[in-house]
């Protein structure tokens, strides 16, 4: 064989090589461990089952997806740090599934200097949506809409005694903001209103005099461990009123944290739970395919989250580009989750508006 040919034949199976290996690198910044880590983890795997169902049958436009996680702790300097490797040295496509409202806020700015969409970041954050962020693609509702739908239910039932202790921080202010607007247009005030340190969160000063007001219910504006902290404080201070947190609790493991103290208390969701939705019965059925039992809310997120990514991806054509990809995201209209449609255009990437409320039940499931 001649040396010429040789070669060609060479090169040809090394990009045939390189063709049947291409993939989609996809980066994520999240907390792996820290205050957040058992909700994350739960997405992560609803997204997970998602993207692997697509990469099993091949992937996108014959590329498969690859999801590039680093463990920025819940820490918003490590976000802002990882964010960078992964955008400027990894070449990451897209970022994915975020978490955290100051951490998500705090990228911004790197984003629009490098035009990487961000899909699907786990935080309701109004200021994620208004004015509308270029590069932030929003699935899940607002922690506003969550937040004014937990107090028209309890203005409903006849409990107008509400207390709020919520982290301080923008997502603790969004949060806020919600609860106000219910409260105003259900014309009630709160008896009580405490805010805790994101980094420190301590509960020994704030839980007694939430207590002392005898609230009818309260609303904790948290996330993770420092939610379950601020749970058993109120408790052991000697309140029995109703306990209420935000979507972003809505994990198993969230329930496991709480332990004996987990039942009946309310938490918001994004989602549907119900197999009326066809997103709910494809991911219980991927689910279970794969042995695992449970769908959260959280891993159901994680689905949807997944979906939105794959279908933009889709819609991006062979070999995408940063530009392609934002340019089929503000292109996308009336995509069908399953149920539930999401569309994006320039002036608009504020995703679902659905919003829903769920107990947790003796089984530790969330019931509606």
């Known amino acids: 064989m001649k040396l010429s040919r040789l070669l060609a034949l060479t090169v040809t199976f090394m990009l045939c090589g390189a063709a049947l290996h291409a993939e989609i690198l996809i980066g994520q910044t999240v907390g792996v461990t820290g205050a957040v880590a058992a909700t994350v983890k739960e997405a992560d795997t609803g997204a997970m089952l998602y993207i692997d169902a697509v990469n099993a049958k091949g992937g996108v436009n014959g590329e498969k997806i690859k999801i590039l996680t680093l463990d920025d702790k819940f820490d918003t300097k490590l976000t802002a740090l990882n964010a960078r490797k992964l955008i400027e040295q990894d070449g990451v496509l897209a970022l994915f599934m975020t978490r955290g409202t100051p951490h998500t806020e705090g990228i911004i700015p790197m984003l629009d200097q490098h035009g990487v969409p961000l899909i699907a970041p786990s935080t309701g954050a109004m200021v994620l949506r208004r004015p509308v962020q270029r590069h932030i693609f929003n699935v899940r509702a607002t922690y506003q809409r969550e937040a004014e739908k937990a107090i028209a239910h309890l203005a409903s039932i006849g409990i107008t005694r509400i207390a709020v202790i919520h982290v301080d921080d923008t997502f603790g202010s969004d949060g806020l903001q919600g609860v106000q607007n219910g409260l105003a247009t259900a014309k009630i005030k709160a008896v009580a209103l405490e805010k805790f340190d994101r980094s420190k969160p301590d509960f020994s000063a704030i839980a007694p005099i939430v207590a002392k007001a005898d609230p009818q219910a309260i609303i904790i504006i948290g996330s993770g461990t420092a939610v379950v902290s601020g749970v058993k404080a109120v408790k052991a201070a000697g309140s029995g009123a109703q306990l209420v947190t935000l979507s972003n609790n809505a994990s198993s493991g969230f329930v496991k944290l709480l332990g004996d103290q987990a039942r009946g208390v309310i938490v918001s969701q994004v989602l549907p739970q119900t197999f009326r939705y066809g997103l709910v019965k494809e991911a219980t059925q991927l689910a279970n395919a794969h042995?695992?039992?449970?769908?959260?809310?959280?891993?159901?997120?994680?689905?949807?989250?997944?979906?939105?990514?794959?279908?933009?991806?889709?819609?991006?054509?062979?070999?995408?580009?940063?530009?392609?990809?934002?340019?089929?995201?503000?292109?996308?209209?009336?995509?069908?989750?399953?149920?539930?449609?999401?569309?994006?255009?320039?002036?608009?990437?504020?995703?679902?508006?659905?919003?829903?409320?769920?107990?947790?039940?003796?089984?530790?499931?969330f019931r509606r």
Do not use: C, W
């Open 291 to 365: 042995n695992i039992k449970d769908m959260s809310p959280a891993m159901l997120e994680g689905f949807a989250s997944a979906k939105v990514l794959v279908e933009a991806l889709r819609r991006s054509g062979p070999k995408p580009t940063r530009e392609r990809l934002q340019a089929a995201l503000e292109g996308m209209q009336k995509f069908d989750l399953g149920g539930l449609e999401i569309s994006y255009s320039p002036t608009d990437h504020g995703g679902l508006d659905f919003a829903d409320l769920s107990i947790i039940s003796v089984d530790g499931k």
